[in-house]
């Protein structure tokens, strides 16, 4: 009887587990559908500030979050491909780059095919840095965070400093806002670096 009640509440559990993960995948597609509705996302994108630091960063965060969900099977394949997780960190990099680029920004505002791209790869980017990073070693990581700051305090002071629009959609108090706001988050970025190395204290775990 004992072993029946344990194999009963096992099961249960498994139930109950199964369940929440099914909730959570759902969850994680309903977010994604909201960030497409036309509504939410032409209100994202009319500013720059919003296009770059809420709907691309939200993106990126449900395509790593979505990687949770993969089967065991799926990753076992990956990992054929993304050993040590040089390819993944590869395809993220590249995306990285060229959705910093003021350019590109222009052309999904103007362009659908380039709107779709945008929808797919920025996903795919969260998916491969999500499966990726926790297959790299500490010091490939530090080297990554590093020049992943160095970006932002580039881009930042790019967009501030420069006198002439890098985005014809966007005016120019826009560009010079996200620069600020990209430099303001660098400075964060590196003040929390500071505190974990000099006084050991970690706000932020990254």
């Avoid at 491909?81 to 959705?99: D, E, F, K, P, Q």
């Avoid at 999500?130 to 881009?155: C, D, H, Y």
């Avoid at 303001?184 to 003040?191: C, Q």
Wanted: hydrophobic letters at 55%; one cysteine or more; charged letters at 15%.
């Amino acid at each position: 009887n004992y072993a029946r009640i344990l194999r009963k509440r096992y099961k249960r559990r498994n139930t109950m587990e199964m369940i929440s993960k099914f909730k959570r995948e759902w969850m994680l597609l309903v977010v994604f559908i909201i960030l497409v509705l036309p509504p939410v996302r032409h209100f994202l994108e009319q500013s720059m500030v919003t296009h770059m630091l809420i709907q691309l960063p939200a993106r990126v965060i449900i395509g790593w979050l979505a990687t949770n969900f993969f089967p065991a099977s799926w990753k076992e394949k990956i990992m054929e491909w993304n050993r040590w997780g040089i390819s993944g960190m590869a395809l993220t990099i590249v995306i990285m780059l060229y959705w910093m680029l003021p350019r590109t920004l222009d052309a999904a505002l103007s362009e659908w095919p380039i709107e779709l791209v945008k929808f797919t790869t920025v996903p795919l980017m969260g998916m491969a840095l999500g499966l990726s990073w926790p297959l790299l070693n500490s010091i490939a990581q530090g080297v990554l965070k590093l020049e992943f700051w160095a970006t932002f305090m580039r881009m930042g002071w790019l967009y501030l400093d420069l006198p002439d629009r890098l985005c014809s959609n966007y005016l120019l108090g826009d560009q010079r806002i996200l620069g600020q706001l990209l430099l303001v988050a660098g400075t964060i970025w590196a003040f929390t670096w500071m505190l974990r190395i000099v006084f050991g204290v970690n706000l932020i775990k990254t």
